[in-house]
C-alpha cells in the first residue's frame, strides 16, 4: 500500500511539467527591471555624444560597471520568459516549436554574453 | 509519438468578430512592445561592443545615434520601453486581485496610453536638456 497522499501522486503529471516558476520568475525579474531600467535610463541619457574616453571612465566605477551587468542578467532573463510564451502561443508544431525556443535561448545568451565581455573591458581598459 | 493527421475544422470566431476595444488593443500593444524591446536590445549591445571594441566603430555607433534616423529609431524604443513598464505596473496592480472593474480597467489603459507618451517625452526632453 502507498503511504502518498492522493497529491504527492498526481504532482508532476499534468500537461504543463512545472509549476509557477514562470510566473514568479517573469515578476520578480519585472519588478527588478523597475530600479534597474531607472538607472539604466539615466546611464543612457548621461552617455548620448559621449566621447569612448567618457564611457570607459564611467565603467571604471565598479558599481556602474557592476549595475550595468545586473541590468542586462536581469533584462535578459525577463526577455527570455517573454518571448518563449509568445513562441508558445503563435508557433505551432513540435519541431518548430522546440526550434524557436532554442534559438530564443541562445539569441538572449549570446547578447548577454557580448554585453557582459563589453562591461568588463570597458571597466578594465586604461 | 506518431504526429496525429491535420484535419481541416472550421475554427470558432476569434479576435475579429470583436469591436476593437482600448483595452485590448493595449494588451495586444504590451506583446508588441516587449517583441520589439527584446530585439531593441540589439541596439544597447552593439552600441556597448563597438564602445569596448574601437574607435572606428563607436564612431559608426554613435552617427548611428545621432542621425535623425537612428533617433527615430531610439524615439520608439522609448515608448516602447515606457510603455511596456506602465503596462507591466497595471499587471502588478491586477496580481494583487484589485482593478478589475471595468471602469477601473478602462482607466488604467488610458493611463497606460497617456504615461507612457508624457514619460516618453519628459525623458527626450532631459535627453536633449543634458546633451552637450
Redesign the interface.
Known amino acids: 500500500m502507498s503511504m502518498k497522499t492522493p497529491l504527492k501522486e498526481a504532482r508532476g503529471l499534468g500537461a504543463a511539467k512545472s509549476g509557477t516558476e514562470h510566473f514568479w520568475q517573469q515578476?520578480l525579474t519585472?519588478?527588478l527591471?523597475?530600479p534597474l531600467?531607472l538607472f539604466w535610463?539615466w546611464f543612457?541619457?548621461?552617455h548620448?555624444?559621449?566621447s569612448?574616453i567618457d564611457?570607459?571612465m564611467s565603467l571604471h566605477n565598479p558599481v556602474i560597471a557592476v549595475l550595468l551587468l545586473l541590468t542586462?542578467a536581469n533584462?535578459?532573463w525577463h526577455?527570455r520568459l517573454?518571448?518563449q510564451v509568445?513562441i508558445e502561443d503563435y508557433v505551432h508544431?513540435?519541431g518548430n516549436k522546440f526550434a524557436a525556443l532554442v534559438l530564443n535561448t541562445i539569441f538572449v545568451t549570446v547578447?548577454f554574453a557580448?554585453?557582459a565581455?563589453?562591461?568588463l573591458?570597458?571597466s578594465f581598459?586604461n | 509519438m506518431a504526429?496525429p493527421r491535420r484535419v481541416e475544422r472550421p475554427l470558432s470566431p476569434h479576435l475579429q468578430i470583436y469591436r476593437p476595444m482600448l483595452s485590448m488593443m493595449m494588451s495586444i500593444a504590451h506583446?508588441i512592445t516587449?517583441?520589439a524591446?527584446?530585439f531593441g536590445?540589439?541596439l544597447?549591445?552593439g552600441w556597448?561592443?563597438s564602445?569596448?571594441?574601437s574607435?572606428s566603430l563607436?564612431d559608426c555607433a554613435?552617427a548611428f545615434?545621432?542621425h535623425w534616423f537612428g533617433r527615430l529609431v531610439l524615439f520608439g524604443f522609448t515608448w516602447a520601453?515606457m510603455h511596456h513598464?506602465f503596462g507591466?505596473l497595471r499587471?502588478?496592480l491586477w496580481?494583487t486581485g484589485r482593478g478589475f472593474g471595468l471602469a477601473t480597467v478602462e482607466k488604467l489603459v488610458w493611463a497606460n496610453l497617456i504615461g507612457s507618451i508624457i514619460f516618453t517625452i519628459l525623458?527626450w526632453v532631459?535627453?536633449y536638456g543634458?546633451?552637450?
Open positions: 515578476r519585472a519588478l527591471n523597475i531600467l535610463a543612457v541619457v548621461t548620448l555624444g559621449a569612448r564611457v570607459k542586462m533584462v535578459f526577455m517573454g518571448m509568445i508544431g513540435h547578447l557580448v554585453a565581455h563589453s562591461i573591458t570597458l581598459a | 504526429e506583446r516587449g517583441a524591446l527584446f536590445s540589439v544597447f549591445v556597448l561592443f564602445a569596448a571594441h574607435e563607436f554613435q545615434f545621432g520601453l513598464a507591466g499587471h502588478f496580481d525623458l532631459l535627453a543634458v546633451m552637450p
